[in-house]
């Protein structure tokens, strides 16, 4: 295996805890949410509106598209972190939830 693949296998391993500890998460909080694909989960909301979170292999980020805008946070420190802000993705993902769905989740 070559560096890049190595590199490509941890990322996609990393993000995959990360997005089933966010579909644990959503469950727990009763909320509706689909997984249309590998690697997406997209969160319906009360009012119809949805947040959508992918893996993206190509940047080697998770992104997060929601009414306030769209996040990319890559792997630092054994966490997730908004490449603009410097916020962690569960900490941003649980405020995007309450502003958009007035919802609180525990991540």
Do not use: C
Not at 29 to 39: K, N, R, V
């Amino acid at each position: 295996m070559t560096g890049i693949d190595s590199g490509e296998a941890e990322f996609n391993q990393a993000a995959n805890a990360a997005l089933a500890h966010i579909e644990q998460a959503l469950e727990d909080a009763d909320l509706d949410f689909e997984t249309p694909a590998d690697g997406i989960i997209e969160v319906e909301l009360d009012d119809g509106s949805k947040i959508i979170i992918n893996r993206h292999g190509v940047a080697r980020e998770i992104w997060v598209a929601a009414r306030s805008g769209g996040f990319h946070f890559r792997p630092q420190a054994g966490g997730w972190v908004d490449t603009k802000g410097g916020e962690p993705l569960y900490d941003k993902l649980a405020a995007l939830i309450a502003a958009q769905g007035g919802v609180m989740v525990r991540f």
